[in-house]
């Protein structure tokens, strides 16, 4: 059975830092595209930030760019997010994701095919 599990949520204070991290488990994807989206309460989820796996290529919504790094540790099959600068806006539910295909765009969610239980970052004003 395929797990994304997502850790390293909390609170923070605007202008901190944080990292999250999503492992998987339960099965190997050599390919394929490891992606974060966010979601708050009463929006609809956002795409955040995606990885592509075997290349390592990476793609960010423009609200994050300069500000959060996506990256990956094959040996360890997980995908990291690391935030800084945050503002309050970042506040959200975050998901990892995983979308087993070959080519896809990276940034539309319903392309990924497995989804974590979500972690709340909380960034106070």
């Known amino acids: 059975q395929v797990q994304l599990v997502e850790s390293g949520g909390g609170t923070v204070q605007a202008g901190g830092s944080l990292r999250l991290s999503c492992a998987l488990s339960g099965r190997t994807f050599d390919v394929g595209t490891r992606g974060w989206f966010r979601q708050t309460p009463g929006k609809e989820r956002e795409f955040v930030a995606a990885v592509r796996w075997k290349r390592g290529t990476t793609i960010y919504a423009d609200s994050v760019k300069g500000r959060f790094t996506i990256s990956r540790d094959s040996a360890k099959d997980t995908v990291y997010l690391d935030m800084s600068a945050l503002e309050p806006e970042d506040t959200a539910v975050y998901y990892c994701?995983?979308?087993?295909?070959?080519?896809?765009?990276?940034?539309?969610?319903?392309?990924?095919?497995?989804w974590g239980q979500g972690t709340l970052v909380t960034v106070s004003s």
């Open positions: 994701a995983l979308d087993r295909a070959l080519f896809s765009q990276g940034s539309k969610e319903d392309e990924y095919d497995y």
